[in-house]
């Protein structure tokens, strides 16, 4: 498929992205084009590939992404190269996941090297958006909605794909910090036979009041425990857990159904057998992660997800308390599998596995 690019009217000045890009912080900040593709089930599929100016985007009242929330999206990242190029960490998973998350939601799939096409495009288009700080980044957004204007329950006949970017500076502003988790009590996340495996607005959407209650009650995230018994640990609301223990083994919980397959996850699960590690993917229920944490059996606890790269949990709070993992502050680990992870992003450690692409 041919992009036809609509030239930008009034790009930013090069003074103007400076100073935006000099502390982008997170998802504020965003780059002056976007990609979209528009879907008909009329027009034979997927048609109308364009790069143009990012401008808001007309919509129908009646689309029915407003109303049944039939939207996917993903999250990945282009980092600055020494040598002045650029590269992305496994996008090709991310097509593929975009593709299962569309399945699930009964949305058209977008043949992989169209997105992996449409997200070069995009970060080559705005490429001089890469904030020049340390652990800076471009975040790249694609997504796709029904557009079909229709209040009928079924699937649409026609949906728009796009990707936006933003500039993004370090997750960490100030080093590294372990993070304060909620256990939450009252709200699941997903299902068995729900949408829990999908990257769909909807998930998000049920994790805002137990995240808000989490940041009411001092805490940074929320950790979701599963639907049907409330005891076995499955994700933050963003990022994927391992538990690492003192035995050599590491667990992280399994992927049912219930839980977004993590590309940090992933590929922790072969840099941690790589370090000679015992890596189960085995259910782990809230009462043994209290107690391995108080018998000293748990040494640690990582989140990991694009995002935040891989983040150390120091405490874990509910109702019935706190507790501590290790000394609560930032384990071994932790630090070493985020400096393998953000030095083969940034292309200053040997890819052996072929997970940097560059562009
Ligand atoms: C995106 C996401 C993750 C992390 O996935 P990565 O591919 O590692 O960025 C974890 N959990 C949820 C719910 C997510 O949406």
Same mark, same amino acid.
């Given at each position: 498929m041919q992009f036809e690019t609509i030239p930008h009217p009034a790009p930013t000045s090069d003074a103007a992205r400076e100073a935006a890009v000099a502390d982008p912080g997170f998802g504020t900040v965003f780059t002056d084009h976007m990609v979209t593709i528009d879907y008909d089930e009329e027009k034979g599929g997927w048609h109308s590939a364009q790069i143009g100016p990012r401008q808001p985007i007309p919509l129908d009242p009646a689309s029915s992404v407003l109303h049944y929330a039939q939207e996917i999206f993903e999250g990945m990242k282009a980092f600055p190269h020494a040598d002045g190029g650029l590269a992305m960490f496994r996008p090709r998973a991310n097509a593929e996941r975009f593709n299962a998350s569309a399945r699930r939601m009964a949305m058209p799939e977008l043949p992989e090297d169209l997105f992996l096409e449409a997200v070069r495009l995009a970060v080559k288009t705005d490429a001089k958006w890469m904030p020049n700080v340390d652990g800076g980044s471009l975040y790249i957004r694609p997504f796709m909605f029904a557009s079909e204007a229709f209040l009928g329950v079924r699937p649409a006949t026609q949906y728009k794909f796009v990707v936006i970017i933003c500039s993004s500076g370090s997750y960490f502003k100030g080093g590294v910090n372990p993070v304060k988790i909620w256990v939450s009590q009252?709200?699941?996340? $997903? $299902?068995?036979?729900?949408?829990? $495996?999908a990257k769909t607005g909807g998930n998000y959407a049920a994790s805002l009041v137990p995240q808000a209650e989490a940041i009411e009650k001092g805490c940074d995230q929320v950790v979701f425990l599963d639907a $049907?018994?409330?005891k076995w640990v499955e994700e933050l609301g963003g990022m994927n857990l391992f538990f690492v223990r003192r035995d050599g083994s590491v667990i992280t919980p399994p992927? #049912?159904? #219930?839980i977004l397959p993590g590309i940090t996850r992933d590929s922790l699960i072969e840099m941690l057998r790589e370090e000679g590690l015992t890596l189960r993917e085995e259910p782990y229920s809230i009462d043994q992660w209290r107690e391995e944490a108080e018998s000293g059996e748990l040494l640690e606890t990582l989140a990991c997800g694009t995002a935040a790269v891989v983040t150390p949990v120091g405490t874990v709070a509910s109702p019935d308390g706190e507790f501590t993992i290790g000394t609560g502050g930032i384990g071994q680990m932790a630090m070493k599998m985020r400096e393998k992870l953000v030095g083969l992003q940034h292309g200053r450690i040997a890819d052996k596995h072929d997970w940097v692409m560059r562009l």
């Open positions: 009252n709200h699941v996340r $997903a $299902a068995i036979g729900g949408t829990g $495996a $049907a018994e409330h992927l #049912t159904g #219930t």
